[in-house]
């Protein structure tokens, strides 16, 4: 298959350009640096696009099999300016806009496109009630978001092409993301929970991130919506418990509510909140996580 990826360059584009180039894919990733230097890239072929628009690419969808939509600014990056927000949300729906347009006026369309979206879809903190696809939209910044964002692209379902939308929890991997932020306190013997702990954490180790991307990209029945977690979210708490047993480590230095309020704002609701995210769609259609338990996926990460 020829698979165009965007966003390819951040931790779940990257793994998954690589697992598709090892079975011998083409991929195009899309990036707004394309002359950068990506070792870990080799064999893709790196296409500059502006993040808004299908002029310097949209002639490469005559030629792709599927589109897998990543891109967006980060999240969790730095704190939420008005100016940070506006470009976490338009980054997102102007990567879907450009996608639709350029799927719209391929002679050849692509017969999948998967559409990133997050588990923040549902509201910050959702309590303890068990959160399947067909839940209702929350209504913060980054439900909000989430909303727009998987509208970005839905018109492509109109010219016939299937649309898978992913909604993924936490992403554990060694390369980046939350874990290496998340296990550096421990590894200097100041872990602990954060705030209550009760907060729910659904997670999702990189290698089954990408295996469900690959197993919607091929499996022509999946289409809708697919909570991207592990099927067993924790609290944090017990997530702290298990990180500390993994790496023999205390748990001794909780980081209050109040701390993460002053130092990240409005962000850090996304830290005091969570989902009970449960993959429904996913298992469902019979996929099998190879890392379906937190103490299996850390021991694996250590």
């Not at 927000?85 to 879907?96: D, F, Q, W, Y």
């Not at 649309?163 to 100041?190: D, H, N």
């Not at 708490?237 to 205390?250: E, K, M, N, S, Y």
Request: proline residues 5%; glycine residues 10%; contains cysteine.
């Amino acid at each position: 298959m020829h698979i165009i990826i965007t966003g390819g360059t951040g931790l779940i584009g990257q793994a998954l350009a690589k697992s598709l180039l090892a079975d011998k894919h083409r991929v195009t990733i899309l990036t707004r640096s394309p002359e950068k230097p990506r070792p870990q890239l080799t064999g893709a072929m790196l296409t500059g696009w502006d993040g808004r628009t299908a002029a310097e690419w949209g002639h490469l969808v005559n030629e792709a099999d599927a589109i897998v939509n990543l891109a967006g600014a980060g999240v969790a990056d730095q704190r939420w300016t008005p100016a940070r927000k506006a470009l976490i949300l338009e980054s997102r729906v102007n990567a879907g806009h450009a996608l639709q347009s350029a799927i719209e006026g391929a002679a050849k369309k692509p017969a999948v496109l998967i559409q990133a979206s997050a588990v923040g879809f549902y509201g910050a903190d959702t309590g303890d009630a068990p959160i399947v696809e067909d839940a209702p939209a929350g209504d913060d910044f980054l439900a909000r978001v989430c909303v727009a964002w998987e509208a970005s692209s839905a018109g492509v379902e109109t010219f016939g092409v299937r649309r898978a939308v992913i909604r993924t929890g936490v992403v554990l991997a060694r390369e980046g993301g939350a874990y290496p932020k998340m296990s550096l306190p421990f590894r200097f013997f100041a872990g602990g929970k954060v705030g209550t702990g009760k907060q729910w954490t659904p997670w999702i180790h990189i290698a089954d991130e990408v295996a469900a991307i690959r197993f919607l990209l091929e499996n022509d029945a999946a289409r809708g919506i697919f909570n991207l977690t592990a099927p067993t979210p924790i609290t944090n708490a017990d997530f702290t418990r298990a990180l500390g047993q993994v790496l023999r480590r205390p748990t001794l230095f909780p980081v209050p509510s109040i701390v993460l309020k002053l130092i990240f704002g409005e962000l850090a609701s996304v830290l005091l909140g969570g989902q009970r995210a449960i993959p429904k769609h996913l298992q469902s259609l019979g996929f099998q996580f190879q890392f379906a338990d937190i103490d299996s996926a850390l021991r694996n990460l250590r």
